[in-house]
């Protein structure tokens, strides 16, 4: 057994069916739990907002400010530091003398280039990092294809996978979290501590209850009241977003197995169990999409490489799309909720994207840019998909 290991939180801010975590507390005698808030997360694009708003930045600090305080219940403590995360965990490792660094693993382009650099850097003090996935319902190695040969088109994809899911039992929470008897846990930042007025936005009405953990119980609750008092229709194009479980899973709040473990036998129309458990596949169709085509799914020509299409930079119409400012109401009270609550339905979603894509022709990636920005629910390959979809240059 290890004597120390550090582990570094990244879009798994759970206890519950986190693999990572517990095999780190299994593993070692004392655990070094960190979250770092990255400060390049928060700087201004090119198009002018930055790349994670107010509105979702505020939501990132409630759900890391609620780990901290489910792994104080049980013992531990969440270590806060801001900076780059590949400098930071390897100076965590080096000074704390730790033999491990165990993380989720990510497949962002930006975020396996960090988990490049904190390797080379880790390999200097003869210190391993342990990568874990646990983004999807099942391991790459148990899907009946290759990801060299996933399937294009997400319809093909689900016939395919829908009878031959192999998805284990979500993991336990670790029963005790020991640390070191001497460490700096640090303060969880503020908004002007991450070079962020609050200012920036007209609201900071987040209506996602970070305190919803991700015990079974509660996503029993919101699942069934999601389908009985019909927030859920079958006509849903994204049950997850339309349900909220999709805030949860952005940061990985709970875990994409503990929901489908909980639609195999909550009480509720098959029709609407079925559909949920659609956009559970589909959700895992992006990140496996963005596995195999990576780079290709950030650019105007998209996975499928569409160089024929050509899109509009036109900063001032796309300006008005961001204000609210079209011809058209409905689209702008739809980018007003984009803005001050950072929550819209699937519905809304597809109209407001629909509108600047197809309507007015405009660059794809700069809608894709903005959501990023402002919706809480952002995760790397399912905005990314969706914008490539819509925009006709995705896998579907």
Same mark, same amino acid.
């Given at each position: 057994?290890?004597?120390?290991?550090?582990? %570094?939180?990244?879009?798994?801010?759970?206890?519950?069916?986190?693999?990572?975590?517990?095999?780190?507390?299994?593993?070692?005698?004392?655990?070094?739990?960190?979250?770092?808030?990255?400060?390049?997360?928060?700087?201004?694009?090119?198009?002018?907002?930055?790349?994670?708003?107010?509105?979702?930045?505020?939501?990132?600090?409630?759900?890391?400010?609620?780990?901290?305080?489910?792994?104080?219940?049980?013992?531990?403590?969440?270590?806060?530091?801001?900076?780059?995360?590949?400098?930071?965990?390897?100076?965590?490792?080096?000074?704390?003398?730790?033999?491990?660094?165990?993380?989720?693993?990510?497949?962002?382009?930006?975020?396996?280039?960090?988990?490049s650099s904190l390797s080379k850097r880790l390999?200097?003090?003869?210190?391993?990092?342990?990568?874990?996935w646990m983004q999807t319902l099942s391991h790459?190695?148990?899907?009946?294809?290759?990801?060299?040969?996933l399937p294009l088109g997400f319809d093909h994809?689900?016939?395919?996978?829908?009878?031959?899911?192999?998805?284990?039992?979500?993991?336990?929470?670790?029963?005790?979290?020991?640390?070191?008897?001497?460490?700096?846990?640090?303060?969880?930042?503020?908004?002007?501590?991450?070079?962020?007025?609050?200012?920036?936005?007209?609201?900071?009405?987040?209506?996602?209850?970070?305190?919803?953990?991700?015990?079974?119980?509660?996503?029993?609750?919101?699942?069934?009241? #999601?389908?009985?008092?019909?927030?859920?229709?079958?006509?849903?194009?994204?049950?997850?977003?339309? #349900?909220?479980?999709?805030?949860?899973?952005?940061?990985?709040?709970?875990?994409?197995?503990?929901?489908?473990?909980?639609?195999?036998?909550?009480?509720?129309?098959?029709?609407?169990?079925?559909?949920?458990?659609?956009?559970?596949?589909?959700?895992?169709?992006?990140?496996?999409?963005?596995?195999?085509?990576?780079?290709?799914?950030?650019?105007?020509?998209?996975?499928?490489?569409?160089?024929?299409?050509?899109?509009?930079?036109?900063?001032?119409?796309?300006?008005?799309?961001?204000?609210?400012?079209?011809?058209?109401?409905?689209?702008?009270?739809?980018?007003?909720?984009?803005?001050?609550?950072? #929550?819209?339905?699937?519905?809304?979603?597809?109209?407001?994207?629909?509108?600047?894509?197809?309507?007015?022709?405009?660059? %794809?990636?700069?809608?894709?840019?903005?959501?990023?920005?402002?919706?809480?629910?952002?995760?790397?390959?399912?905005?990314?998909?969706?914008?490539?979809?819509?925009?006709?240059?995705?896998?579907?």
């Amino acid at each position: 057994m290890a004597q120390r290991i550090v582990y %570094w939180f990244r879009n798994d801010l759970r206890l519950t069916d986190n693999e990572a975590f517990l095999a780190a507390t299994n593993a070692a005698k004392e655990i070094i739990p960190v979250f770092v808030f990255d400060p390049r997360q928060f700087e201004h694009t090119k198009l002018g907002f930055r790349r994670t708003s107010v509105l979702r930045a505020q939501f990132l600090i409630e759900t890391v400010a609620n780990l901290r305080a489910k792994l104080r219940e049980r013992g531990g403590d969440l270590l806060i530091r801001i900076g780059e995360p590949e400098s930071i965990i390897a100076q965590l490792a080096d000074d704390y003398r730790a033999e491990y660094v165990y993380t989720s693993k990510e497949i962002g382009p930006e975020e396996t280039r960090i988990e490049s650099s904190l390797s080379k850097r880790l390999k200097v003090s003869n210190v391993d990092i342990k990568l874990f996935w646990m983004q999807t319902l099942s391991h790459a190695k148990d899907l009946p294809f290759p990801i060299s040969k996933l399937p294009l088109g997400f319809d093909h994809y689900y016939q395919q996978i829908k009878n031959q899911l192999k998805t284990g039992t979500p993991a336990s929470e670790p029963s005790a979290i020991t640390l070191p008897l001497e460490y700096e846990a640090g303060v969880i930042p503020s908004l002007p501590a991450l070079g962020m007025d609050p200012q920036e936005t007209s609201s900071l009405n987040i209506s996602i209850d970070v305190s919803a953990t991700s015990h079974e119980t509660t996503i029993r609750e919101h699942l069934g009241t #999601c389908i009985t008092d019909q927030t859920l229709s079958e006509e849903s194009t994204d049950a997850l977003t339309d #349900c909220k479980l999709s805030h949860y899973l952005a940061l990985g709040g709970i875990s994409a197995r503990s929901i489908y473990h909980v639609l195999q036998d909550i009480q509720g129309p098959a029709s609407l169990k079925e559909t949920l458990l659609k956009s559970l596949f589909e959700r895992d169709y992006f990140h496996w999409t963005l596995l195999r085509y990576g780079p290709r799914m950030f650019k105007p020509s998209g996975v499928i490489h569409h160089f024929e299409q050509r899109w509009l930079n036109d900063k001032t119409v796309f300006q008005q799309w961001i204000d609210g400012k079209t011809a058209d109401e409905e689209i702008n009270h739809i980018m007003s909720k984009v803005k001050t609550t950072g #929550c819209v339905s699937s519905a809304e979603w597809q109209k407001a994207a629909s509108y600047l894509v197809q309507k007015e022709n405009i660059n %794809w990636t700069w809608g894709a840019m903005y959501f990023e920005s402002f919706l809480t629910d952002y995760s790397v390959s399912v905005n990314w998909g969706k914008w490539n979809n819509l925009a006709g240059v995705g896998a579907n």
